[in-house]
């Protein structure tokens, strides 16, 4: 979120356990859902940390521009029809 606040699966989560949710979802061969309050902003810190870990878990993303996911955002930047 813009305060810097991070969520997994809907529940507040800290760097730590965000990691070890990636893991875990790296092992299922999963795909992170990601979405960001004030994504035309640069953003807290925790942004840049969030990203990495999710890197680091070599996992896919998906963008969305809506915190309840309803939609994708491509390579373009633009909506993606699903």
Do not use: C, F
Request: proline residues 6%; charged residues 25%.
């Amino acid at each position: 979120m813009a305060d810097g606040h991070v969520t997994v699966n809907g529940r507040s989560a800290t760097l730590e356990s965000l990691r070890q949710s990636l893991k875990t979802l790296s092992r299922q061969k999963g795909v992170v859902w990601y979405y960001r309050e004030a994504a035309n902003t640069e953003g807290p810190q925790v942004v840049r940390e969030v990203v990495q870990a999710i890197i680091d878990a070599h996992l896919p993303v998906r963008l969305s521009s809506r915190p309840d996911y309803s939609d994708a955002i491509g390579p373009d930047g633009k909506p993606v029809k699903q």
